[in-house]
């Protein structure tokens, strides 16, 4: 039982590249989850999906895309790099039970990225 | 809007010390409270949650958090610290708006730094 697992560790770009981050999950959650962790920001949420097959904005989607792949996996796409994307990118997972508005979140490991 | 602060940036404290992390919320009703811990270079771990019941929250790794309706507080707390314990802690409130989806409301963090 991996949890969340994140791909790559670290990356660089050079500004207007492309990338995509891979995020998945073995633990039959219906939620994921993109988030970028600033020094002093804490976490700021991107986008995320409530369950497979919708995907909504969170608080900073811009120069974002997501794609729920299928129940397991969640990919977050930067379609041009900008220097302003320089940080860690945490991916989570959490499964909502019924009643409930909200439940534990488990964290990836998460992706070092670093724009030039 | 809601939203999280957690004063101190940064504590230093001995090992051995006791601990207090603040946490502030701006919520009407009760709301759902969260403490995750975040070792350097690692994501982020769930110390404790508190959703309805007891105010005095029991944890992970000897942690506990009391949440204070008349305060608005939901401090983190743990008796005598040891320097495994070095990290930065994160306080979250579930956010129950309207078209929020119950996503998660992220304090800034504070760096806990252990003196030997």
């Known amino acids: 039982n991996a949890g969340v697992t994140q791909t790559p560790k670290f990356q660089v770009l050079k500004t207007g590249q492309s990338m995509t981050l891979q995020c998945a999950q073995d633990?039959?959650?219906?939620?994921m989850y993109w988030y970028r962790q600033d020094p002093g920001m804490g976490l700021r949420l991107i986008y995320y999906?409530?369950?497979?097959?919708?995907?909504d904005k969170g608080e900073v989607p811009n120069g974002y895309n997501v794609s729920r792949l299928n129940k397991r996996e969640f990919s977050l796409r930067l379609e041009s790099a900008a220097p302003s994307q320089t940080s860690v990118y945490f991916c989570a997972s959490s499964e909502v039970r019924q009643g409930a508005s909200a439940d534990t979140q488990y964290f990836g490991p998460g992706t070092r990225l670093t724009v030039l | 809007a809601q939203s999280v602060t957690q004063p101190d940036i940064h504590i230093t404290v001995s090992e051995g010390a006791s601990l207090e992390l603040r946490c502030n919320y701006s919520?009407?009703?009760?709301?759902?409270l969260f403490w995750y811990v975040q070792s350097p270079g690692q994501g982020l771990q769930l110390l404790l949650k508190?959703?309805?019941?007891d105010t005095l929250v029991q944890g992970i790794k000897g942690f506990e958090a009391e949440f204070k309706r008349s305060q608005s507080s939901f401090n983190l707390r743990k008796p005598s610290v040891h320097w495994s314990d070095a990290a930065e802690y994160f306080c979250?409130?579930?956010?129950?708006?309207?078209?929020?989806?119950?996503?998660?409301?992220w304090g800034a963090g504070t760096k806990l730094i252990i003196k030997p």
């Open positions: 508190y959703f309805s019941g």
């Open positions: 979250a409130v579930v956010d129950s708006g309207m078209d929020s989806n119950y996503q998660l409301i």
């Open positions: 999906s409530a369950s497979e097959g919708t995907t």
């Open positions: 633990m039959n959650h219906n939620s």
């Open positions: 919520y009407g009703a009760t709301p759902y």
